[in-house]
């Protein structure tokens, strides 16, 4: 092995690191290291000079070692090691000592002890990386086609722009219908058709690289970046594409069940077209709650029912992900009287109710009487903003504002006041944020228009109850002029925010995605890489990472789409074979490796009595590397002794 | 018995939870004891018993391993071995005449920088207890 030549390279990072640790006083005790050539501090490493001086350091003093001490990998060894290659040495001759983050950041009012820390953490890297070794690249092809989980406004825009690239998109939807929670929508904020973006949505689905599969889940994903496969298994909708919507067969249909859609609003049948918008625009048969009577069949002229039809098996091949899974409106749990009374109920039920194909087509009636309401309050921020645990809910804190919220409960407010100038309309919100276009001009209009705002603080939250003469009443302390309201109302819209679905366990644990402490999908960097998971070809878009509106969601769609298309235009994916390896010579065939393996990439040569490592499904996580009770398994870059270097040089010698 | 020494805790953290929550604590200048010194592996499941004890052997005075939550590990099952890994050299420790407490499992999600601040606080406070390694020099 040729002798170690080091470079350390101090950063100041402006005042972030110099302004607690001594960064000269660092410098001059790792010159006098082991191995180390050079050493110098400079203001910004990362900034175009910072690396300038690594590289022609390389070159003139023959350097085959760098460190770097400044700020977190995670953040720029990528920069580096790109410098590194440009002056010509394998980029994993290269190691950060984290001095930002974990010490000056951490330890502000402890300069000499950081300065300490900072020493010691060099010396522990300059040991570790004299004993590193180069690590070579695999080319692997990228199939040259996409997987997009979910068809709400996020996967449709996502698979629209990658079949405009000219890419095959596999679109799997749970639902017998697309479109997501927008397809429930009555308007959206600053008077937009709900139903006619459906449509200009569903529009997109009519090109032939796009490939719908509704009724579907994916049951099996395995496979690396470029290189997945998917198990998708599609339920029967009993109705096929000849379907022509007379309805008949939903006339002679017995079976009378509450409408999931309408939150049970009205009725519809065991046969039914999800939403009189629906696409695809094909009946389908809730065959849970069918009974057989077969009415449907004699009944309809074009044949396109069949009882009998059986589950699809479909396996693809994909090079990239994009899951956009979207969210769940938060459910209330008794506060504010839901589920008690009637006539309180969730902002997306009062959508459905303004629909125009909603269960009383778009006229403004209570749930309990039918009548029309003179006096509607609305209650906001239920389920989102919660900061501690109150006395009405015993769910997990919400502590996120639902952002799409403001905005839609004024537009609501507005037209319900605009329809009916007479009706009284109360908006009882803790605070208003309308901050995207237009939306501060909504609020005005709203201010103006006689709808009524009563501010309330989140300790005296409003409460809602009957009197004894069959009164809804709403209680709530007007926090601005500190008197205790009571006000007759005919309907309460509780404005729920959004939550992370229930099956996003499912997802994450299929995609190896990881989700952030709200329980929205974690994106790998909120700022830099917010389209990115951890997982390397798997992209997120929509509300799936978080609450969005309309807008935002066909804005990270289309960005997702991009990030995806970087792959699937290049065809080629360049993964550092930081994988396990084996000595052959010291391998006993235990196995231990192989079982503890979570991609199956280790498998056991039974006529060799040996273990071989398949390199393209290997991820480095070096499990097996510390079961296998010999050291036979190593994993490169992160092999036994270079780690134990760091171990024995925790202290100061 | 204490002692008025500074603890030297060596932490394995895996890439992807711990380091990044470690990562977070710094970011959001959350302060916690100079006395910690991070080894950054991939995966916790990386965290082979031997490092743990050379880890004392050269002079820790507590070794702290840090992962992902268990269902929650970047690569699926890794933690779930630390988990049993860990436990049964513990039991090495005691054997050796360590006392266990110097070694600690913790998860730490990329989201908790508040709680890893905390782990390393109440572990230098629990050695500072226990005494100086005294293997150390």
New interface residues.
């Given amino acids: 092995m040729i002798k170690p030549r080091v470079g350390v390279y101090v950063c100041h990072c402006g005042t972030n690191i110099a302004g607690v640790v001594n960064v000269e006083d660092v410098t001059k005790y790792v010159e006098k290291l082991p191995n180390v050539v050079t050493a110098k501090h400079y203001v910004y490493m990362c900034s175009q000079p910072g690396q300038v001086l690594i590289k022609n350091d390389i070159k003139e003093l023959n350097l085959n070692r760098i460190i770097v001490a400044s700020c977190?990998?995670?953040m720029h060894e990528p920069t580096y090691q790109t410098a590194l290659e440009e002056a010509g040495i394998n980029p994993f001759f290269f190691e950060m000592a984290?001095i930002?983050?974990?010490?000056s950041?951490?330890?502000?009012?402890?300069p000499e002890?950081?300065t300490?820390?900072a020493k010691?953490?060099i010396r522990?890297a300059i040991a570790r990386a004299c004993l590193l070794e180069p690590i070579s690249k695999m080319e692997v092809n990228v199939t040259e086609k996409a997987l997009v989980l979910g068809a709400g406004v996020a996967g449709i825009t996502a698979a629209y722009d990658l079949a405009q690239m000219g890419f095959e998109v596999y679109l799997v939807e749970k639902e017998s219908h697309v479109g997501g929670h927008l397809a429930l929508l009555n308007q959206l904020s600053r008077s937009r058709d709900a139903s006619e973006i459906l449509t200009s949505l569903t529009q997109k689905l009519s090109t032939p690289k796009i490939k719908l599969l509704n009724n579907s889940e994916v049951v099996e994903f395995t496979g690396y970046v470029g290189n997945f496969k998917a198990k998708i298994v599609q339920k029967p909708r009993y109705v096929n594409a000849k379907c022509d919507l007379c309805g008949k067969c939903e006339d002679v249909c017995p079976i009378n069940l509450p409408n999931r859609l309408n939150f049970g609003l009205n009725q519809r049948k065991a046969i039914h077209l999800p939403l009189p918008n629906s696409y695809p625009p094909i009946y389908v048969v809730d065959k849970e709650n069918c009974n057989g009577c077969g009415n449907c069949l004699k009944i309809c002229e074009n044949g396109a029912i069949n009882l009998n039809d059986k589950p699809l098996e479909i396996d693809v091949d994909v090079g990239m992900v994009i899951v956009t899974t979207g969210f769940e409106p938060y459910k209330p749990d008794g506060e504010f009287g839901y589920g008690k009374y009637k006539d309180v109920i969730t902002q997306l039920t009062l959508e459905r109710i303004l629909s125009k194909n909603g269960p009383s087509k778009g006229e403004l009636v209570t749930p309990s009487n039918g009548k029309s309401p003179k006096n509607i309050a609305f209650i906001m921020c239920v389920g989102s903003r919660q900061e501690s645990c109150d006395n009405q809910t015993i769910k997990p804190i919400n502590a996120y504002c639902s952002r799409y919220c403001c905005s839609s409960t004024l537009k609501n407010a507005l037209l319900i006041k605009q329809n009916s100038p007479e009706s009284n309309v109360y908006v009882i919100y803790r605070d208003i944020r309308t901050f995207e276009r237009g939306n501060e001009e909504l609020y005005r209009s709203c201010r103006a228009s006689g709808i009524t705002f009563i501010r309330f603080k989140q300790d005296v939250p409003p409460t809602v109850e009957k009197t004894s003469n069959n009164q809804l009443t709403v209680n709530v302390k007007d926090y601005l002029f500190k008197v205790n309201m009571e006000i007759n109302v005919d309907l309460v819209v509780l404005v729920e925010g959004m939550v992370s679905r229930n099956d996003t366990?499912d997802v994450r644990?299929k995609f190896?995605i990881?989700?952030?402490?709200d329980g929205f999908f974690?994106e790998a960097h909120a700022k830099m890489n917010p389209l990115n998971t951890?997982a390397e070809g798997i992209f997120i878009g929509g509300a799936c990472q978080g609450p969005k509106d309309v807008e935002d969601t066909v804005l990270q769609a289309s960005g997702a789409a991009a990030k995806a298309a970087i792959f699937l235009c290049r065809g080629k994916v360049v993964l550092d074979l930081?994988t396990a390896t084996v000595d052959e010579e010291r391998c006993t065939g235990c196995a231990k490796c192989v079982n503890?393996c979570?991609?199956k990439a280790i498998e056991l040569d039974e006529t060799k009595e040996l273990v071989q490592v398949i390199e393209v499904k290997c991820?480095?996580?070096?499990?097996c590397?510390?079961?296998c009770p010999i050291g036979a398994v190593q994993?490169r870059h992160?092999r036994?002794k270079q780690?134990?270097a760091?171990?024995?040089?925790?202290?100061p010698s | 018995m204490t002692e008025d020494f500074e603890p030297?805790i060596?932490a394995f953290t895996c890439?992807?939870?711990s380091?990044?929550g470690?990562?977070l604590?710094?970011?959001s200048?959350?302060?916690?004891p100079?006395n910690i010194?991070?080894?950054?592996?991939?995966?916790s499941?990386?965290?082979?018993?031997?490092?743990i004890l050379?880890?004392f052997r050269?002079?820790?005075d507590g070794v702290l391993v840090t992962g992902?939550h268990l269902?929650?590990c970047?690569?699926?099952?890794?933690n779930m071995?630390t988990e049993f890994?860990v436990n049964l050299t513990k039991q090495a420790l005691e054997t050796v005449g360590l006392e266990p407490e110097r070694l600690r499992l913790e998860w730490i999600?990329?989201?908790?920088g508040e709680k890893f601040?905390r782990v390393v606080k109440e572990m230098v406070d629990g050695i500072r207890k226990i005494g100086k390694n005294p293997l150390?020099s």
């Fill in positions: 977190s990998p995670r984290n930002r983050e974990h010490v950041w951490a330890h502000i009012n402890e002890r950081a300490e820390k010691d953490l522990m366990d644990f190896s990881t989700r952030s402490e974690q951890f930081v503890v979570p991609y991820k480095g996580c070096g499990s590397s510390s079961t994993v992160y036994d780690i134990l760091m171990v024995e040089n925790i202290l | 030297q060596l890439n992807w939870c380091y990044a470690a990562d604590a710094g970011g200048r959350i302060q916690y100079t010194r991070i080894i950054r592996l991939m995966c499941g990386r965290v082979d018993s031997l490092f050379e880890a050269h002079g820790a992902c269902g929650d970047h690569y699926v099952t890794g071995f890994r999600s990329a989201s908790e601040a150390r």
